[in-house]
């Protein structure tokens, strides 16, 4: 089933009353928990972009699992380039790792046995904050979409970006109200870092905040992208 808007049987957590909440923790004692960004994206996507994209992915297994879905954490790590623009908004790593160690605790305390993390944003030190979360009894998991395969659908093939080709794929989907597509421009050769696939790139200081090709992006390949994701990402939660 592709990834809905509204996701209207996605099970919400903070819908619930708390002896719901009981109640349910007993039937499926797992919990999705999305972490997102405030993170400039180039001059076409919005700020809350990965907040916006993992919200939804999750929303969507959830409907295709049953997991309860918690509130998105809407804020990660960025780079100190990437703060420089305009309404971007930052954690540092020790940060983020302690919120999210707190947050686990909290459930960890209530009987859950599984946490999932899910991130859209594949910035090294952001997926180190996620990847180092412990617990005593809980098992915890780190989803970050970039580690997935996804080179079959993408026209450029899949290379490290931000604001590229696949996050503007995802977003004319998921929300093309939000896309602004007379504003795509793709990084200029050699201008934008290229780096190895799974750690996501910073751009240069004063570039319009773009790594990749953004040109190439068509809603239909984010249909897809979507699509598979969530079926991906299902199968193996429910493993």
């Not at 939000?178 to 793709?186: A, H, I």
């Amino acid at each position: 089933m592709p990834p809905s808007t509204n996701a209207p049987n996605a099970a919400r957590l903070d819908r619930l009353t708390w002896p719901e909440a009981a109640a349910w923790f007993r039937r499926d004692p797992r919990l999705l928990l999305p972490v997102g960004t405030c993170l400039q994206h180039g001059p076409h996507l919005p700020l809350g972009a990965d907040t916006i994209v993992v919200e939804r992915l999750a929303e969507a297994v959830s409907e295709k699992t049953g997991i309860l879905v918690a509130p998105t954490l809407a804020y990660g790590v960025t780079s100190d380039i990437e703060r420089s623009y305009a309404g971007t908004a930052a954690l540092e790593r020790k940060t983020l790792h302690r919120v999210l160690n707190e947050l686990v605790d909290s459930w960890e305390r209530q009987g859950l046995e599984e946490i999932v993390l899910m991130t859209a944003h594949g910035y090294g030190p952001h997926i180190q904050a996620m990847a180092a979360v412990v617990a005593d009894f809980v098992r915890v998991r780190a989803v970050d979409i970039h580690a997935i395969d996804l080179e079959a659908f993408l026209r450029g093939g899949q290379e490290a970006e931000h604001a590229g080709e696949l996050d503007t794929a995802i977003l004319l989907h998921l929300a093309p109200e939000l896309v602004r597509e007379d504003r795509v421009e793709d990084d200029s050769p050699g201008e934008g870092i290229r780096r190895a696939v799974k750690d996501e790139p910073v751009p240069p200081m004063g570039s319009p905040g773009v790594v990749g090709r953004p040109s190439l992006a068509t809603r239909d390949s984010g249909r897809r992208i979507c699509e598979y994701l969530v079926d991906y990402i299902s199968r193996r939660l429910d493993a």
